[in-house]
C-alpha cells in the first residue's frame, strides 16, 4: 500500500466513529416555523392604568401543572392510557406562564382593578390567585381541544375557595393550524371575577369616606 492510500486509510478510521456518534446525537430539536402564544381577545388600550391599596389590588401567583404540560409542547390524549405531542406545535414558552398572564390581563381589562403578574415579594395584597392546570392539549378521541384550570383563591386565615374552569372546542382537526387557535379559544374562557370580599371592602370604604364627611359638615354647621 503507498503511503498517500495509507493516510488516507488511517484518517477514515479515525473520522468514523466520529460521523457515526454524530447519527446518534441530537443538539436540539429544528426551530419550527412558528410558535404558538395565547392571545387575550379583550386588552387594556394604550396609556390606561390602575391604582389601588393591598386590600383590592389582585396578584396572580405561579400557576402549577402537571408533568405533561411542563413542557412547550402540546400533549395528545390518543387513548385512556396513550399520551403523544402533536407534531410541529410548540409553545413560546410553558403553557402555564402563558395562562396566567392571559388570565390577569383579562381580569384588569374588565374590571379596571390593579392586577399584578407574578409573585413580586414587594408586593402585600390581600387577594392572590393561584391554581393548577390539569388539562391543556388535543382529545384525539373526541376530536376536540380541552382545558381544566382548577383556580384557588386564599381567604381570610385558613379558608380557602376554589373553582374548577373547564372549555372544549370540538370539531379540531389533528395538527398545529387546527389546535392552536382552538387552544386560545379555550383559555379565553377562563373568566375568574373579582372577589366578593373585595367589592365589599370598596364598599366601606366608600361609606367610611361618606361618613366621615359628613361629620366634618356636621361640626362645621355647630361652630357657624
Known amino acids: 500500500m503507498r503511503p498517500a492510500e495509507m493516510k488516507t486509510t488511517k484518517a477514515i478510521a479515525f473520522l468514523a466513529p466520529a460521523l457515526l456518534l454524530g447519527g446518534c446525537i441530537s443538539f436540539g430539536p429544528e426551530t419550527p416555523e ?3 402564544t395565547l392571545t387575550p381577545s379583550a386588552t387594556a388600550p394604550a396609556g390606561s392604568g390602575a391604582s389601588g391599596s393591598a386590600e383590592t389590588a389582585l396578584v396572580l401567583s405561579e400557576f402549577e401543572t ?4 411542563d413542557v412547550t409542547r402540546v400533549p395528545v390524549q390518543v387513548d385512556d ?8 406545535a410548540v409553545w413560546v414558552e410553558k403553557p402555564a406562564r402563558l395562562l396566567r398572564r392571559l388570565i390577569a390581563e383579562t381580569v384588569r381589562t374588565r374590571s379596571n382593578r390593579l392586577v399584578i403578574d407574578g409573585d413580586d415579594p414587594g408586593v402585600l395584597a390581600a387577594n392572590r390567585l393561584t391554581g393548577t392546570l390539569r388539562q391543556f392539549g388535543y382529545d384525539a378521541r373526541t376530536s376536540s381541544v380541552v382545558l381544566v384550570f ?3 383563591r386564599p381567604g381570610e386565615g385558613s379558608a380557602v375557595t376554589t373553582r374548577r374552569f373547564e372549555a372544549r372546542v370540538p370539531g379540531i382537526a389533528p395538527d398545529a393550524q387546527s389546535v392552536g387557535p382552538a387552544l386560545n379559544q379555550a383559555a379565553n374562557e377562563v373568566r375568574p371575577r373579582p372577589s366578593a370580599g373585595c367589592s365589599a371592602y370598596q364598599s366601606r370604604a366608600a361609606l367610611a369616606k361618606v361618613m366621615a364627611a359628613r361629620k366634618s359638615d356636621f361640626r362645621l354647621s355647630r361652630r357657624a
Do not use: W
Open 81 to 88: 392510557t396513550k399520551l403523544a405531542y402533536l407534531q410541529d
Open 66 to 69: 402537571i408533568s405533561a404540560l
Open 150 to 152: 382548577d383556580a384557588v
Open 34 to 36: 412558528s410558535l404558538l
